[in-house]
């Protein structure tokens, strides 16, 4: 039995600990916050938790096995390289860290120390990506040509990061899951209307050296909530809008093929517009199956859907993104 501490108990910890609660193989020993308010709440709910202000009490606790670092981007480092210097698997939530030197680190640590990191990209535990997944790897779509992601609402400004870091996450995990093939370059734009000049509207374009691209628009300074994602294939197309209450994800047959008339100098582009269909998902909500990945790691040392590398990555292209808004869009090369 993996014995639990949630560290953070804000917006999202309380998601961690109804799921690792109910999670086999895990039982939640502790909840950390620094915020004492936060702690009467759940002592009213989970009587059989421990709470404290004080992580070291809770890392001390040889029942615990494994830390979750819930907590904003700034701590996720401090907290996670704290953890496994203490002989703990850890489960850090999304983006990973604030650089990828930091990720890098705790990755050599957690490999030096045989211990499971894992990052909570929930989406890749969503029925509706991994229905996409399905179809994209079965090869009905064709061949990917591009993928273009808008999540726009009037969002919670953020004081430690800007709007891609925040929102942009969820999408570049998506992208790195279901689209082959690594990116080489980015380049991204953004402004901010904040004395503290973090972006709250920006523009992210990923290149790859295959024939498709991606783009991601992220904004919270939108009147409207849009969580749409189109992907372009040869053969077929599918829109994923998270918004939709039960037909979140739609494969139309439609495409077209491009002809050139040599003599007319002319492209002659033959449009299909077929048939739409709305596949059933999985129901099961995505953090039970983020949880019970990171459970399996600990006890079979399975290789988690959502590992460390997925949180590499996606830490590598917002950094690049950062550097390309500083830069007003310059193009940056990206290594994986
Ligand atoms: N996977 C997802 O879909 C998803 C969704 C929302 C948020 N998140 C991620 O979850 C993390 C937390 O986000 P949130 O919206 O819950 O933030 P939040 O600010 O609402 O809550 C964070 C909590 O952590 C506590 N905290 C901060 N530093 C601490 C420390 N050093 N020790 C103990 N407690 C500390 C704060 O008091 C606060 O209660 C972020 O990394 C965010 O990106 C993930």
């Known amino acids: 039995m993996a014995g639990i501490a949630i560290i953070g108990y804000g917006y999202w910890g309380p998601n961690l600990v109804r799921n690792f ?7 939640v020993k502790w909840v950390v916050d620094m915020r004492p308010e936060r702690l009467e709440i759940i002592k009213k709910q989970y009587p059989n938790i421990r709470v404290t202000a004080n992580y070291d009490e809770a890392l001390n606790d040889p029942a615990v096995t494994a830390v979750i670092v819930a907590t904003p981007v700034q701590h996720h480092y401090p907290l996670a390289k704290k953890a496994l210097e203490h002989g703990k698997h850890v489960l850090i939530e999304k983006p990973m860290t604030q650089s990828s030197a930091e990720a890098e680190e705790l990755i050599a640590m957690s490999k030096a120390k045989g211990l499971v990191l894992m990052v909570d990209h929930t989406f890749l535990y969503t029925g509706a990506v991994r229905k996409m997944k399905d179809l994209i790897d079965s090869g009905e779509i064709g061949e990917i040509q591009y993928f273009d992601s808008t999540r726009i609402n009037l969002g919670l400004f953020q004081p430690d990061i800007n709007v891609l870091w925040d929102l942009a996450p969820h999408d570049i995990s998506i992208l790195f899951y279901l689209v082959p093939g690594k990116p080489v370059s980015v380049s991204a734009t953004g402004i901010s209307h904040t004395p503290n000049g973090l972006e709250n509207v920006a523009y992210l374009t990923v290149n790859y050296d295959a024939q498709h691209m991606a783009h991601f628009s992220c904004s919270w300074s939108s009147p409207v909530k849009i969580r ?9 197309m599918i829109v994923f809008d998270d918004v939709e209450p039960s037909e979140k994800v739609k494969i139309y047959d439609t495409g077209y093929s491009v002809k050139s008339d040599e ?26 199956g983020m949880a019970a990945d990171f459970i399996s790691a600990i006890e079979k040392g399975t290789t988690p859907v959502s590992d460390w590398n997925v949180g590499l990555e996606v830490v590598k292209v917002l950094e690049a993104a950062q550097e390309s808004i500083k830069s007003k869009g310059k193009e940056i090369a990206i290594k994986f």
Do not use: F
């Open 228 to 236: 749409k994602m189109l992907i372009g294939g040869t053969k077929k």
């Open 263 to 288: 003599e007319k100098r002319k492209l002659l582009i033959d449009y299909r517009v077929g048939d739409i269909y709305v596949p059933k998902l999985e129901q099961r909500e995505a953090l039970a």
């Open 21 to 27: 609660s109910t999670t086999a193989g895990a039982e």
